[in-house]
Each structure stands twice: as C-alpha cells, then as structure tokens.
C-alpha cells in the first residue's frame, strides 16, 4: 500500500521573527515541531534564492542558481555562536508582524552581517569557512565575485561593465577580486553562514521525519552570475544581451500571458556539455532539500520564446526543449530523480507524454476544480489520482477564503453548490477545501499555511502579472491555536496521512 502523506506550504520568509523577517532559527525549529506534532510528512518552500527590490524581492527572480538568500539567516544563532553579540539584537526595530518590511529589514540586516563579518575576519574559526569555500568554489567564486563587481557599479548590468570584466578576462578578474577584497569574502561569509544555519534545520526535519520540499525556478535573471559566467548557455547576442526572452501566453493566472523577461537556454550548448550545468543546478538544490518541485516544467519540454523588446508575451511561440535527452541526464546523476513538476496553466500532451515516461508526478489544485470543463476537470477530488501532489492552492493564489470572498463567480458558486450539495459559508470553507483535499486518493496533500489558518485575501502571498506588493505575507505565533492544531492532527489521522 502506498504511503499517504500531507504538509504545509510555508516559505521562510512568512515564519514569526521579532526581526522583521522569517529566518531558519528558532521560529523555524518550531514549526517542524508543530508539523511533527500534527502528524504531517512535508515543509514545502519557495526557492530559497537572493532576493532584490529591484524585483520585488521575489525569490522566483534572482542573481543565482545556487546562491542562498542571507536575509534568512537567523540573528539569534549569529549570537548563539558568537558572531555578534546577544547585545546587538536585543532593541530589535519595532518591525510589522504581519508583513515583511523589506526597506527596513534589509538595512537592519545589513548592519548585522557586516558586524559578524568584521569579527569573523578578526580572528573566526577559518576550517569549516575554508572547507565550505572550496567544495562550494564551483558557483560561489563566480557569485561572490559577480556581487562584489554588481555592487562596485550600481545600475549596469554585467554586459555593460569594461570589456575586460565583461568577456571574464582571468587577469583583470584577479585584478578585481583583490580590489573588492572585502566585497567578495563577505558573500562568501554569509554563504557559509546561512548553510551552517540551514544544515541544524535540515537536522531538526530529519530527526522529525519531516522531508523539505524546495522549489527550482526554470529560469535565471538575465543580469545574474550564471548567465555571466556562462553567456553561450543563453540566447544572447554579441553584445551579450537576450535575443528571445521567456514567459508564457494567457492562462488562468494572467488574461494577457506573462513576459518573464528572463533570457532562454540554448540548450544546443548545454546538450553539447551533457546539461552538466543543469545536473550541478539540481544536484545544488537536493543537497539543501529532499524533493525538488521543479517550477514551469513545460519549460524543459518546450519554451514560450518572446522576441526581445516585446511589450507582451503575445507574440511568442513553443520552442522545443530536448527533454528525452535532459530528462536522462537527470535520472543517471540522481537515480530516484525526487522531483515533480508544476504542471499547470497551459499544458500541451507533449507535457504530459515526458512526465509519463520519466514517472514526474505533477499537481493538482483544489480551486480549479469549479472551472469551465465541470464536472470533468482533473482537479475536481472525484477526479483526483493517486499519483500527484494536490494542493487546496499555491503560492499564486489567493487563499481559498480569499478567492470565495472575492474571486468565486457566480458559476463557481452554482458549481460548488452542486458538488457539495449546499453552498459554503465564507467562514467554513478553507477548512472545507482542506478535509475534502485530505479525504481524496491523492498520495501527496499539501495545505498552504494561509489556508489551515482560514485567512482571506489579505494574506495572499503573489499576483502573478504583477511586479509590486508581493512575497511579504508572515503569520505570527498567536495564529497557531489549540483548535487549529488539533484540528489538522484529527484530520491527518483520519484520512491515514500520519
């Protein structure tokens, strides 16, 4: 009999912190406590990515591959081990619970880090630092060295830097580390920082039983070190900028499609080096996590190719990806291969054809179930397959209070209303949406927090389409009462998810 399991879908940054933001330290620690205590089996995050304002800070947009995002370390292990002091952290800002205030976090945070690194570098404990560096050397030389340079000239992507630092001349790159001396070592520091960090939490699931969930984002930002480390794995042009960009049409999520602006592989070039550069991306991510949710996954079969300059992602077109042979390449470096696909929006049987013949188990969300197509949508729980990772929503929706309250049509209501045999209450229906979720055959339930907590539209954590107010959403401890604890243990146990 096949194990049936649920989880929440939390990202780090939406963890309580008197520190402005969710961190891997002691809030952390207990929610996996609280998922062990409930009898759930799975963390789901977001990609644990650096973040910029320039972006929104959206962890779906990043300078790195494999770079983590500092803002998650936890200022209270920096104290606990000795890098700054219990002093330091003690008058924390008078920071919003309920949200992240990124233009005060990130300076906050700033000053903390560069305490730490003036300490370490005055005589810190150099062994597990020198050992991180060089087995890390791969990506985090490029990394380092790209954020001290990206830093050292504001406002200019890297093919607008001199020539010489643009086309990665080994003399002047030298030249450059030395320069930035202190630049480069403290990204490195605060690299080895969080990993230290992240490893005692990774600890704290594994001896609850609790397996991580991470999250890969098909695409890297054009101006980011991969791309500047690697410009013939892009589309670029001479001058080293984006000929196509990707994106997708209209789908459910956005009516006018979405134009992701980011470059697309030629994956020509990374064919002819055996995709060793996505085999170390995804090698990267499952050392950090255990199943690897792989965002955009019709990406690898075929891309939505967007001439540069587009206003609008209307005037693309589906290029193929050669995923019979990336697909392999997966499978011999990672025999289980534990990932699965975000297979939604528009989905083509070409999709669905690799995700059969490699055994990728895709999703299924709750709040599609009431579209056009009822009753006769995939996503509706009579519907459902075993093999599948069913969510209530995702991170791009709005709660499922959210969406009754201000979403649901009235065609979703006449739907709902005849699937349940009544119509939901405002109040009742995340809970709803959860049991019914819980009581399917689907192997895999995965509840976003937003939704056990029954929050509305307030607490959504994306739009997307939209490139402004995101990613912010925290709960606070006070959130968490008895009755919803006991509540999600109850349910677990008798849909035999525990």
Same mark, same amino acid.
């Given at each position: ?23 891997? +330290? ?7 406590? =609280? ?10 995050? *977001?990609? *644990? ?50 949200? %992240?205030? =990124? ?21 810190? !404990? ?13 990506? *985090? ?71 991580? @969930? ?29 000929? %196509? ?10 009516? $006018?499609?979405?134009?992701?602006? $980011?470059?697309?592989?030629?994956? !020509? ?22 199943? @690897? ?7 690898? %079969? ?16 589906? @290029?193929?990806?050669?995923?019979? #042979?990336?697909?392999?390449?997966? $499978? ?7 990932? /699965? ?11 669905? #054809?690799?995700?059969?013949?490699? +055994?990728?188990? +895709?999703?299924? %969300?709750?709040? /599609? ?6 009753? !006769? ?78 929050? +509305? ?8 389409? $939209? ?32």
């Amino acid at each position: 009999m096949k194990q049936r399991g649920s989880g929440i879908l939390l990202h780090i940054s939406s963890l309580p912190s008197p520190y402005g933001i969710g961190d891997v +330290g002691p809030a952390a620690c207990r929610f996996v406590d =609280f998922l062990a205590a409930t009898g759930q089996k799975y963390w789901q995050i *977001l990609p *644990l990515s650096v973040t910029d304002p320039a972006h929104d800070n959206n962890p779906y947009h990043s300078i790195s591959a494999f770079a983590h995002n500092p803002l998650f370390i936890s200022p209270e292990l920096m104290a606990a081990d000795g890098l700054i002091d219990a002093s330091d952290i003690a008058n924390p800002p008078d920071f919003p619970g309920s949200r %992240v205030d =990124f233009s005060a976090v990130i300076p906050y945070k700033e000053a903390l880090f560069s305490h730490a690194y003036r300490r370490f570098s005055h005589g810190g !404990d150099r062994q597990e630092y020198d050992r991180f560096c060089t087995e890390n050397a791969g990506w *985090l030389d490029d990394f380092a060295l790209f954020s001290a340079i990206r830093s050292d000239r504001p406002n200019l992507a890297w093919n607008q830097w001199p020539d010489e630092l643009k086309n990665r001349n080994p003399a002047a790159l030298a030249s450059e580390r030395e320069r930035l001396h202190d630049a480069f070592e403290r990204t490195r520091f605060l690299q080895f920082v969080f990993i230290s960090q992240w490893e005692r939490l990774r600890a704290r699931c594994r001896n609850a039983e609790i397996s991580l @969930v991470g999250d890969i984002p098909i695409y890297v930002d054009h101006d980011s070190a991969d791309v500047w480390r690697y410009p013939e794995y892009f589309k670029l042009d001479s001058e080293g900028n984006p000929t %196509v960009v990707a994106g997708v049409p209209p789908d459910y999520f956005s009516t $006018t499609g979405q134009l992701w602006n $980011t470059p697309v592989y030629s994956w !020509d070039a990374l064919k002819s080096d055996n995709f060793s550069w996505w085999v170390r991306r995804l090698g990267h991510t499952l050392s950090h996590v255990d199943i @690897v949710r792989i965002d955009h996954f019709r990406g690898l %079969v075929a891309c939505w190719e967007v001439p540069a300059g587009s206003s609008s992602a209307a005037g693309g077109s589906w @290029v193929p990806v050669p995923a019979n #042979e990336l697909l392999p390449a997966f $499978t011999r470096a990672f025999p289980r291969l534990p990932v /699965f696909a975000e297979d939604l929006g528009i989905i083509t049987p070409d999709v669905h #054809e690799v995700m059969q013949k490699f +055994g990728i188990k +895709g999703m299924k %969300v709750l709040l /599609f179930a009431f579209e056009d197509g009822f009753p !006769d949508t995939p996503y509706l729980p009579h519907n459902v397959i075993p093999e599948c990772y069913l969510y209530t929503g995702t991170h791009d929706n709005a709660p499922v209070r959210g969406w009754i309250e201000e979403e649901a049509t009235a065609s979703h209501r006449a739907r709902m209303h005849q699937y349940f045999g009544r119509d939901l209450s405002v109040k009742e229906a995340s809970q709803v949406f959860i049991r019914l979720a819980m009581s399917t055959v689907a192997d895999t339930v995965i509840i976003p927090m937003q939704d056990l907590l029954g929050l +509305g539209a307030e607490s959504r954590m994306n739009r997307p389409g $939209t490139d402004r107010g995101n990613w912010k959403w925290r709960f606070t401890d006070t959130h968490l009462t008895p009755e919803i604890r006991n509540s999600l243990q109850s349910m677990t146990a008798a849909y035999a998810r525990d």
